[in-house]
């Protein structure tokens, strides 16, 4: 069982920055896949970024491709996302999403266990 925490989201300004925490409990989280997620207003949950937990391998969405950077701490339980460069478009609610796989899981239905969201807001 991995329990998630997400904070660090907020409102900012077109071209700002923001990093998002998710702090994991859990004896398995660091044999987890995690990911961050969003879902915007109107619009279907999407998979911004993923790091796997064999090798930190990552995967971004094209969309956040250059702005946007995940990584994750095993000691401290915890998985980042660094959002730079930040559009109104970004606007969502971010959720952090453990899979229990060892390789980069990419597909939502993989994730086995959610955080409650962190709302962002960038406003033009």
């Known amino acids: 069982q991995v329990q998630l925490v997400e904070s660090g989201g907020g409102l900012v300004q077109t071209g700002g920055s923001l990093r998002l925490s998710c702090a994991a409990s859990?004896?398995?989280?660091?044999?987890?896949?995690m990911g961050w997620f969003r879902q915007g207003p109107g619009k279907e949950r999407e998979l911004v970024a993923a790091i796997s937990w064999s090798d930190s391998r990552t995967y971004y969405a094209d969309s956040v491709k250059g702005r946007f950077t995940i990584s994750r701490d095993n000691a401290k339980n915890t998985v980042y996302l660094q959002m730079n460069s930040l559009k109104p478009d970004d606007t969502a609610v971010y959720y952090c999403?453990?899979?229990?796989?060892?390789?980069?899981?990419?597909?939502?239905?993989?994730?086995?266990?959610w955080g409650q969201g962190t709302q962002v807001t960038v406003s033009s």
């Open positions: 999403a453990a899979a229990e796989w060892a390789g980069l899981v990419v597909a939502t239905t993989r994730y086995d266990y």
């Open positions: 859990g004896r398995t989280f660091i044999r987890c896949t």
